[in-house]
């Protein structure tokens, strides 16, 4: 029997006592502990029923109620209701306004893209905790600040926090702030095209929620390393660890880990042409981003509907798509999501020459990579051998981090494009 069992064990014994002695508080007490342990095990909807349990029993009592509406809270927010978590929070806050309810309201703004208001109550939160001295509170805050500053592409700034929120976490052993700090290194370090740091990093978060009996940490981790997998091409690797993050997230009844994992699935079936399923995973994971209002994740799987839509040669639908997942990226200062989706757009275009303008106007500041890729369907838009030989000749030529695969493959694309014989003799033609 593990120890997250041997809890949930101890605190129904204690509940048959307390029943019998009919104390109110100390119900509360302990539907409060036996919740939290559901809530690890991913129970939830046992977890809600204890929670339940408590409103029902602590009318008189503003500490024990605030403190239901809290666990209340942290269920909507593991599940991913970001909105109904915000107004649970609120209320316990009025009924006993502790600084830990003020975290979890900054980061309930955090999961709905209000990075303004999430980063000012952070800086807040970890004012107080540094005046305190409370370090895990202060490592909490470093924390949440480099997942701020991470959405917002300032990965120097999110690397910043994560070392601060580590020394805090070390000094006292903090292991579950520890797995989601290796986590989060795993994600800034492939972004970097970091490949062996950022495994290192998520190898040791495996390690540590498997020591915790933590199946979301679990979950989580393994749909990071599908992602490292899934951005070097290989798909069959990426879809075994999905897939095995996948069975956790519906194991433990998470729509919202759900929904990440098959968007991901949705992109390998994208890119390895099973279109139908990959329309399936799609369609269902941005119906319940849109339902929970989560701007972030919305936003990352419209982009890859849109790409969709391309394919299946239903470019209107792209279109659209590309122009409302450009408005949600600029409500929640997503460039990188923004930048993508501007090459969408003009891939959709039936006017070529309105394509060749927009993707002309992209490429001023662009960063490396979009700018690559924006050359590329240049090239593709307009294509002679002259231009696509200095196309082929500026991708190669660009500056490190090394390029993600895709552009690689692309250059390969144009590579072919060059040898390949046609009747006027100018290489291939024609949009893609």
Same mark, same amino acid.
């Given at each position: 029997?593990?120890?997250?069992?041997?809890?949930?064990?101890?605190?129904?014994?204690?509940?048959?006592?307390?029943? +019998?002695?009919?104390?109110?508080?100390?119900?509360?007490?302990?539907?409060?502990?036996?919740?939290? %342990?559901?809530?690890? @095990?991913?129970?939830?909807? &046992?977890?809600?029923?204890?929670?339940?349990? $408590?409103?029902?029993?602590?009318? /008189?009592?503003?500490?024990?109620?605030?403190?239901?509406?809290?666990?209340?809270?942290? +269920?909507?927010?593991?599940?991913?209701?970001? #909105?109904?978590?915000?107004?649970?929070?609120?209320?316990?806050?009025?009924?006993?306004?502790?600084?830990?309810?003020?975290?979890?309201? *900054?980061?309930?703004?955090?999961?709905?893209?209000?990075?303004?208001? !999430?980063?000012?109550?952070?800086?807040? %939160?970890?004012?107080? =905790?540094?005046?305190?001295?409370?370090?895990?509170?202060?490592?909490?805050?470093?924390?949440?600040?480099?997942?701020?500053? /991470?959405?917002?592409?300032?990965?120097?700034?999110?690397?910043?926090?994560?070392?601060?929120?580590?020394?805090?976490?070390?000094?006292?052993?903090?292991?579950?702030?520890?797995? $989601?700090?290796?986590?989060?290194?795993?994600?800034?370090?492939?972004?970097r095209g970091m490949t062996d740091q950022a495994l290192e990093h998520y190898h040791l978060s495996l390690k540590i929620s498997r020591q915790l009996g933590d199946l979301m940490g679990l979950a989580e981790t393994l749909n990071n390393l599908g992602n490292i997998y899934l951005e070097q091409g290989q798909y069959s690797s990426a879809e075994k660890y999905l897939d095995e993050a996948l069975i956790l997230c519906r194991r $433990?009844?998470?729509?919202?880990?759900?929904?990440?994992?098959?968007?991901?699935?949705?992109?390998?079936?994208?890119?390895?042409?099973?279109?139908?399923?990959?329309?399936?995973?799609?369609?269902?994971? +941005? =119906?319940?981003?849109?339902?929970?209002?989560?701007? /972030?994740?919305?936003?990352?799987?419209?982009?890859?509907? *849109?790409?969709?839509?391309?394919?299946?040669?239903?470019?209107?639908?792209?279109?659209?798509?590309?122009?409302?997942?450009?408005?949600?990226?600029?409500?929640? &200062?997503? &460039?990188? %999501?923004?930048?993508?989706?501007?090459?969408?757009?003009?891939?959709?275009?039936?006017?070529?020459?309105?394509?060749?303008?927009?993707?002309?106007?992209?490429? #001023?500041? !662009?960063?490396?990579?979009?700018?690559?890729?924006?050359?590329?369907?240049?090239?593709?838009?307009? #294509?002679?051998?002259?231009?696509?030989?200095?196309?082929?000749?500026?991708?190669?030529?660009?500056?490190?981090?090394?390029?993600?695969? @895709?552009?690689?493959?692309?250059?390969?694309?144009?590579?072919?494009?060059?040898?390949?014989?046609? #009747?006027?003799?100018?290489?291939?033609?024609?949009?893609?």
């Amino acid at each position: 029997m593990g120890r997250w069992e041997e809890a949930r064990d101890c605190y129904l014994r204690c509940l048959a006592w307390l029943e +019998i002695a009919s104390d109110p508080k100390d119900l509360c007490s302990c539907l409060y502990s036996l919740g939290r %342990v559901q809530r690890l @095990k991913g129970d939830y909807a &046992s977890a809600r029923q204890s929670a339940e349990k $408590m409103l029902g029993l602590s009318e /008189y009592n503003p500490a024990e109620r605030a403190r239901a509406y809290e666990l209340l809270a942290v +269920i909507e927010t593991q599940l991913g209701r970001y #909105p109904a978590a915000l107004d649970y929070y609120r209320q316990a806050a009025a009924l006993a306004p502790e600084e830990s309810n003020q975290l979890q309201i *900054a980061y309930c703004y955090l999961e709905t893209g209000d990075y303004l208001q !999430a980063e000012t109550q952070f800086k807040a %939160v970890l004012s107080s =905790a540094k005046a305190r001295g409370d370090p895990l509170k202060a490592g909490a805050c470093f924390l949440n600040l480099a997942i701020a500053r /991470y959405r917002q592409r300032d990965l120097e700034e999110a690397l910043d926090y994560l070392n601060q929120a580590r020394g805090l976490f070390h000094s006292i052993k903090h292991l579950q702030g520890l797995r $989601m700090l290796h986590n989060y290194y795993g994600i800034i370090f492939s972004e970097r095209g970091m490949t062996d740091q950022a495994l290192e990093h998520y190898h040791l978060s495996l390690k540590i929620s498997r020591q915790l009996g933590d199946l979301m940490g679990l979950a989580e981790t393994l749909n990071n390393l599908g992602n490292i997998y899934l951005e070097q091409g290989q798909y069959s690797s990426a879809e075994k660890y999905l897939d095995e993050a996948l069975i956790l997230c519906r194991r $433990m009844e998470h729509p919202e880990g759900t929904h990440v994992v098959s968007t991901n699935l949705g992109i390998i079936c994208l890119r390895t042409g099973r279109l139908p399923q990959a329309e399936e995973y799609l369609e269902d994971s +941005i =119906a319940f981003f849109r339902r929970e209002e989560n701007k /972030y994740l919305l936003s990352q799987a419209l982009r890859q509907l *849109a790409e969709l839509r391309l394919l299946q040669e239903r470019p209107r639908e792209a279109e659209r798509l590309a122009n409302e997942t450009i408005d949600l990226a600029r409500q929640i &200062s997503l &460039s990188e %999501v923004e930048f993508a989706c501007q090459i969408l757009r003009a891939r959709s275009l039936a006017d070529t020459g309105q394509a060749l303008s927009l993707l002309s106007s992209l490429l #001023p500041g !662009a960063d490396p990579e979009p700018s690559a890729e924006i050359r590329y369907w240049i090239q593709q838009l307009a #294509p002679s051998r002259e231009n696509c030989l200095a196309a082929l000749e500026s991708l190669e030529s660009l500056p490190p981090p090394p390029l993600p695969r @895709k552009i690689d493959n692309r250059i390969e694309e144009l590579k072919r494009w060059l040898n390949s014989p046609s #009747p006027s003799g100018q290489g291939g033609s024609g949009k893609t």
